[in-house]
């Protein structure tokens, strides 16, 4: 499986990105898809994510700013980002997962969001 992610890119404190991540590889839907994100220094975080069956899970940091979806059929997840803050700043990780037995995980190559002050 791969994951393609896009969107990145510099903004301005209180601005808007949408990240766009596709899967490909596999016919399967993902059980879990979402974003986890890395700051320079500091340990890749979860972001966001929602399961195959609508259910959302947010870091306390992105509630209320920050809004998950998927399209199932598409194998697509995208995270809409508002109210951008400078510690928003990291790269954003795609992430495809499965979490029961046989358990996988997928990453995608990152994409660097910069949040200017």
């Known amino acids: 499986v791969q994951l393609q992610a896009s969107g990145g890119g510099l903004v301005q404190a209180g601005g808007s990105l949408r990240l766009s991540c596709a899967a490909s590889g596999s016919r399967l839907t993902m059980p879990v898809m979402g974003w986890y994100r890395q700051a320079p220094g500091k340990q890749r975080e979860l972001v966001a994510e929602m399961t195959s069956g609508g259910t959302p899970r947010y870091a306390d940091s992105a509630k209320g700013r920050f809004t998950v979806s998927r399209d199932n059929a598409k194998n697509t997840v995208d995270l809409q980002m508002n109210s951008l803050r400078p510690e928003d700043t990291a790269v954003y990780y795609c992430?495809?997962?499965?979490?029961?037995?046989?358990?996988?995980?997928?990453w995608g190559q990152g994409t660097l969001v910069t949040v200017s002050s």
């Open positions: 992430n495809a997962a499965r979490r029961s037995a046989p358990t996988y995980k997928f």
